[in-house]
């Protein structure tokens, strides 16, 4: 069938019930397109529902109505090449629990005037390199201890190594490509088995943070490029790469790449973004792909 809508809940609760997969279905069935069989890819959690019809987004509204208030993500693709055989993914809120210019400033004892700063430019309300500029800026002559201390803070979401492991054995190349910095990006790569990872460079001279980011930033255009090289590197095309992010840095990535998907994203990256994730973890991107529960892997 041209199409394939899957359906996701949260792998904690296990709440996608065979009542609600049927509810789904019976919405495909009266919004005049054609629904072909269930199929489970993780009992409780996702299932896949191919479908012929002429008007998708159609379809997935009237499907969302039929579930009411149940906290489940829908997302509907084409049937064919839903596997990407690239990953590339915004770490900070998205890979990443935490905001690491946020965490360096709390060691500072300066963390609500930074983090004011970064909720508006990932909300898309300030410029992403001025606003860099301006809160590392504010970080100058903090010690090099201070990145130590803030990167001891990291801490992974939930099915972020799943989602990279997964996706490796499934032949496909992951790099990580952040607003942020190399100094915690690096770690995060190591951690998850990345192939690679980009990001900007904080100036550090005679162990202090000068306040400065070396140039040139990488910002929202600079991870649309690393989405266009990564895709001619490996002989592929942005249709064939999922990316993942959160914030308005990502969304030329995410509006470039075949399978694009704002992971509780900011309201104008989640009201922009094609796909989105509001209540899985990050194994609903594997979901998204097809792959099956006891095809995800955590190394």
């Not at 993500?73 to 090449?81: G, K, S, T, Y």
């Not at 770690?187 to 943070?209: M, P, T, Y």
């Not at 993942?244 to 309201?267: E, S």
Request: net charge negative.
């Amino acid at each position: 069938m041209e199409y394939v809508l899957t359906v996701i809940g949260d792998p904690g609760s296990r709440l996608l019930s065979a009542a609600l997969a049927d509810a789904a279905r019976h919405a495909i069935d009266h919004s005049h397109s054609v629904a072909g069989d269930l199929h489970w890819l993780a009992a409780g959690i996702a299932c896949d529902l191919p479908f012929e019809g002429h008007e998708p987004t159609i379809t997935q509204a009237l499907v969302r109505e039929a579930l009411g208030g149940a906290p489940l993500d829908l997302a509907i693709q084409p049937a064919e090449r839903r596997r990407k055989k690239l990953l590339v993914a915004d770490m900070e809120s998205t890979i990443i629990r935490q905001e690491m210019l946020d965490e360096l400033a709390e060691v500072a004892g300066m963390r609500e005037d930074v983090a004011e700063i970064t909720a508006l430019a990932m909300a898309g309300e300030l410029d992403f390199e001025s606003a860099l500029r301006e809160r590392v800026g504010l970080l100058a002559g903090m010690t090099d201890a201070a990145l130590e201390e803030a990167a001891g803070r990291m801490t992974l979401m939930p099915g972020a190594k799943a989602l990279v492991a997964t996706m490796r054995a499934g032949g496909a190349y992951c790099a990580l490509v952040s607003g942020g910095f190399t100094c915690f990006t690096e770690r995060i790569r190591a951690a998850c088995r990345f192939d690679e990872d980009r990001a900007n460079r904080l100036e550090v001279a005679d162990g202090r943070i000068t306040g400065k980011v070396q140039e040139p930033v990488l910002g929202r255009s600079a991870k649309l490029k690393a989405l266009e090289e990564l895709s001619a590197a490996h002989g592929l095309v942005p249709y064939d790469a999922c990316a993942v992010g959160d914030g308005a840095n990502d969304l030329d990535m995410l509006g470039a790449a075949g399978l694009g998907v704002a992971y509780y994203g900011k309201p104008r990256v989640r009201a922009a973004a094609h796909y989105r994730i509001d209540h899985g973890d990050l194994t609903a991107l594997l979901y998204m792909q097809g792959y099956h529960a006891d095809e995800i892997r955590e190394t």
